[in-house]
């Protein structure tokens, strides 16, 4: 195994960058639920987890804690019993939903065709 020197603007680059911080399997639907679902209201978990059925419990709390922790996602504890949790899109979260919904667009246009391909 030979040691290989990366340079910095290979670890700088961008799309390299997004897949580290949410290319995971979950993030990019949790934060279209928020979008879609949410209309700019905040959504609790239970209206999140309806959403997205396929997903554990377990992984739906790690992956917004994630959007969380990269301020894509603001969380609101109320002082209530029992306690009451919101989640909503941040600022930033928002500025990024035109390019997750141009992403769907094209795949909505190229998939289907992919799919007939690969029969």
Same mark, same amino acid.
């Given at each position: 195994?030979?040691?290989?020197?990366?340079?910095?603007?290979?670890?700088?680059?961008?799309?390299?960058?997004?897949?580290?911080?949410?290319?995971?399997?979950?993030?990019?639907?949790?934060? @279209?639920?928020? @979008?879609?679902?949410?209309?700019?209201?905040?959504?609790? @978990?239970?209206?999140?987890?309806?959403?997205?059925?396929?997903?554990?419990?377990?992984?739906?709390?790690?992956?917004?804690?994630?959007?969380?922790?990269?301020?894509?996602?603001?969380?609101?504890?109320?002082?209530?019993?029992?306690?009451?949790?919101?989640?909503?899109?941040?600022?930033?979260?928002?500025?990024?939903?035109?390019?997750?919904?141009?992403?769907?667009?094209?795949?909505?246009?190229?998939?289907?065709?992919?799919?007939?391909?690969?029969?």
């Amino acid at each position: 195994m030979t040691n290989k020197v990366m340079r910095p603007e290979y670890l700088a680059c961008p799309i390299r960058q997004v897949v580290s911080r949410f290319g995971d399997k979950w993030s990019l639907l949790v934060l @279209y639920t928020l @979008y879609d679902k949410g209309k700019g209201n905040p959504l609790r @978990y239970s209206d999140i987890k309806d959403e997205m059925l396929d997903c554990s419990p377990k992984m739906l709390s790690a992956t917004l804690k994630n959007l969380e922790k990269i301020d894509l996602v603001s969380r609101k504890v109320f002082a209530e019993v029992p306690p009451r949790v919101e989640y909503s899109l941040t600022e930033r979260g928002q500025s990024l939903m035109p390019s997750i919904i141009s992403l769907m667009t094209w795949a909505r246009n190229n998939f289907d065709i992919a799919a007939s391909k690969l029969k």
